[in-house]
């Protein structure tokens, strides 16, 4: 259809705004950010090019190091344990339950809140003088330990388990979208077949649900790299460095620290590490749409 | 049939609770407990007294409820250095929210329709530089656009963070209501052009008025974003428009001497309260919202 | 191969407050093809599934090969089953789909693949085997999904609707290959469709069905011939039966009145003793004959438009109390529009209606 020049310049100019904001704001502040990260700005930006100095230099600090491993932990776990989770609580109310709505909405209400609210009710439920471990040993175990939040080693876990409470029932309601899908028919297909059920969810309904596993996968990733609020909430990093994530290295040397150039270039890593993710996803979804 | 000369199980006229429904009903019903658990938790402490807290059980009722706790936290709670309560704190977010989800719905549904029904040249590449960008973390963008707010004189303001709010949904709005057009019979946009109607036209008095359901979602999806947000907040909005997640955290985490656990979690619930009202208001709305923002791309 | 034959016996299924099938009997024997046919809501894709044991009766017995098997779970029935929508599992190869339920079963290897390769060389098959499904066009699908039905050597073979989502020209050629494959199995079929023609061409007998009830189980050539009420005459056939009100006037000859023309009924077989009463005339295009205006049983009509249809030409008359109705006549019809015909309407070919009840008189 031809387009009347007026209409066409409307559309153009209702488009300006988007463009505005791609070009300045996503290509000029990536392309800006990635080139502070090869300068030596400390509390200002400069333009003293100094190479991958301060790649050099993230990755000798300490707590650079402790945030990767963190992330490292914390999203293989969190995405592991909130994809199984969420299916399976899909699989449970997709067998004709009762009061169905009622148990969807417990499972996914605290995608409804915020970081900062979940962590702050994780910290203290797991406070260990009045937290659960409290409550376990008022019931008689005497001998309960449960202060994973207050030990180095073990406070990342408290994070991943705040935020598999978090996330779970988003996998659940994308999963349940994904099995609702499927032909009622191949249900009885499987019957005739005499397929016990867990085979039949083994065998034909995950392999048909791959689109859902990698939306969610993706999803739940790239909140991965974005782990800061519930870290600032939940342990503030502690104790010690103990739970520092990536994200927060960036805002503490970006706001605290003034070392912009370092800041920068955890910036840049992480932005690095996204692109890895989410290329291949990518790629997949436009083959996938070619082939159709 | 190698089954013909077994004997057939007996007649079980009610299959409703076999031993496997039985387990069903017991995973649902235990899960269903590690989710309710942090929200029973947050409501029996916040109206706990401090005593009660310290001595009695984490999970046990209040002996005796009081909203105290609950008043402090609105009221006198301190954040940092001043002792206003979290009250300014929701105001905050809520001077924040409105403009923020008005003007990037606006904006948003703006982009989409012009996305998904007028074939602009380019507008396939804008569209996928959206989605893919959509997935970087805002702290890669977040010092250079600190850099140019104070250059323009805004600095962390109201105004700042009400567009930045804009920028950061514009691609999940845009997909949103772009998807949303498309998937609407392209005849109709066809003939409002045959009727002569011109481009904003079309926007104002057809697609809008048609794409209400989007807009709830919109809504629903922007509206709990932008109050659960904290980074842009904490970031952008200025010491004056803090918004109630950076104040909650405050409360919280920068109390010094003994810390009132009760306020604690008043504040926090009062600062979750609003997200769970649309949530369980808005019910598969918001589901919807999840769905239709989940599938980027 | 066993043949089963399937015995339901006052069979009652609902749904909630729903009743969807109320004491319905039906015998089917071993080695026949019937064919449940009706609209949709009429209950025939309920009794299907039911016979599978996907579905839970409510009273009643249902008896497969000489078995109880009312409350037996699918796989224990004897029964295979093929599904509109193919219902094949997409992740799977087309051997795998057949050789799926087999294998989980715990039927020996080289036994299956005989009954794989069996299965494949009647429907040829063979060259797709390693194909996934997404890979196959909907024809193909529906074979695989046939085949891995046949590889369940099963008494009954059950189909619900299973060309209803090809297109004409494929559901033409799959309902031969159905038909041979019956033809060489001589297995037990029980075939759901909505469509006449294919009910027609396949069954041994047809029940056709409405509003949960079976109106008429018969062969398809007494179906055709003698609908035992308005509803199966008026949903099967195409183009559709004429239907002519009037009243049957037993003033000395036995006749049928309509406006001013009257009809002898001498060669009609009366089902009772006719009595004087409002009825309805049903007779099909082609039984209706052209003939010499001097012709005693003639009736002039006056053609309103002609359909070409290839083989034969379909014409829509009217007769002078604006009574409409089509008749088929060869394509060689030499038939204008506004012209005037004499037909005759033999009376061994009609049936006859009650006004009210809709039985055949």
Known sequence: ?292 | ?297 | MQKSNVDIRSLQIGFGGLKVLENLNLNVEASEFLVLLGPSGCGKSTLLNAIAGLIDVRGGEIHIGGRDVTWAEPKDRGIAMVFQSYALYPRMSVRRNMSFGLSVAGTPRDEIERRVGEAARMLQLNSLLDRRPSELSGGQRQRVAIGRALVRHAGVYLFDEPLSNLDAQLRAELRVEIKRLHARLGATMIYVTHDQIEALTLADRIAVMQGGVIQQLDTPKKIYREPVNRFVASFVGSPAMNFIPGRIARDGETGFIAGANRLGLNGYAFRGLPTDAPAVLGIRPEHIELTASDDPSAVSARVEMVEPMGADTLIWCRLADNTAFSFRHDADAQVCVGDTLNVRFPAEALSLFDEISGQRL
């Open chain 2, 1 to 297: 049939m190698t089954a013909a000369a077994q004997p057939l199980p007996a007649a079980r006229r009610s299959k409703r609770m076999t031993p496997a429904r039985w387990g069903l009903y017991a995973f649902i019903f235990i899960t269903a407990l590690y989710f309710l658990l942090p929200l029973y938790v947050m409501v029996v402490t916040s109206l706990k007294p401090m005593a009660e807290i310290r001595q009695g059980n984490l999970l046990a009722l209040p002996v005796a409820p009081s909203i105290d706790a609950w008043v402090k936290a609105w009221t006198s709670a301190c954040t940092g250095l001043t002792c206003q309560g979290i009250k300014i704190g929701f105001l905050n977010s809520l001077r924040i929210l409105v403009p923020s989800v008005v003007i990037s719905i606006l904006v948003g549904s703006l982009t989409g329709y012009a996305l998904s029904l007028w074939r602009v040249r380019g507008g396939n590449i804008l569209f996928g530089t959206m989605m893919v960008v959509a997935f970087i973390p805002y702290q890669v963008f977040i010092y250079p656009l600190v850099r140019v707010f104070s250059f323009t004189g805004l600095g962390q303001s109201l105004l700042t963070i009400v567009i930045i709010h804009t920028i950061f949904g514009l691609p999940t709005m845009t997909l949103l209501f772009r998807n949303y057009f498309a998937s609407l019979p392209v005849e109709l946009f066809k003939a409002a052009r045959v009727d002569g109607a011109g481009f904003y036209q079309i926007y104002a008095r057809i697609m809008m008025p048609m794409a209400t359901p989007m807009i709830v979602v919109a809504v629903i999806l922007q509206t709990t974003g932008i109050w659960n947000d904290f980074i842009l907040g904490l970031v952008f909005a200025g010491r004056d428009n803090l918004p109630m997640t950076v104040q909650l955290n405050n409360i919280v985490n920068s109390t010094q001497g003994e810390r009132a656990y009760n306020v604690d979690m008043a504040a926090t619930l009062l600062t979750a309260l609003l997200p769970l009202v649309v949530y369980f208001g808005s019910g598969r709305w918001f589901v919807r919202g999840i769905a239709a923002g989940a599938v980027k791309g």
């Open chain 1, 1 to 292: 259809m031809r387009l009347s020049l007026n209409s066409r310049i409307s559309a153009i100019t209702a488009l300006l705004p988007a463009l505005l904001v791609m070009l300045v704001v996503y290509i000029g502040a990536t392309g800006w950010t990635v080139w502070m990260s090869l300068t030596n700005s400390r509390m200002l930006p400069n333009n003293n090019f100094v190479g991958l100095r301060q790649y050099e230099m993230l990755f000798g600090n300490d707590r650079w190091i402790t945030s990767v491993h963190n992330i490292v932990i914390y999203g293989v776990l969190f995405v592991s344990l909130a994809l199984s989770i969420g299916f399976l609580l899909a699989v449970a109310i997709d067998q004709r339950v009762r009061a169905e709505d009622t148990i969807r909405s417990i499972y996914l209400y605290p995608y409804s809140m915020s970081f900062v609210v979940t962590g702050l009710v994780w910290q203290w439920l797991l406070n260990p003088t009045l937290g659960i471990q409290h409550v376990l040993r008022s019931w008689g175990f005497e001998g309960a330990t449960f202060d994973w939040i207050v030990r180095p080693e073990t406070a990342i876990y408290c994070l991943v388990i705040a935020g598999v409470w978090q996330a779970s029932g988003l996998v659940m309601a994308i999963m349940l979208a994904g099995l609702r899908g499927v032909d009622e028919e191949i249900w009885k297909a499987t019957r005739v077949d005499g397929l016990p059920k867990w085979r039949v969810y083994v065998s034909i309904i995950i392999p048909m649900m791959g689109a859902s596993f990698a939306t969610a996968a993706v999803l739940l990733s790239t909140g991965v790299v974005r782990l800061y609020d519930l870290s600032v909430a939940m342990t503030n990093g502690g104790p010690g460095i103990a739970s520092e994530v990536p994200a927060k290295f960036v805002m503490d040397h970006l706001f605290e620290r003034a070392n912009i150039g370092l800041a920068t270039a955890a910036a840049t890593t992480m932005l690095i590490t996204v692109i890895a993710v989410v290329a291949p996803y990518f790629y997949w979804r436009t083959r996938k749409g070619e082939m159709r």
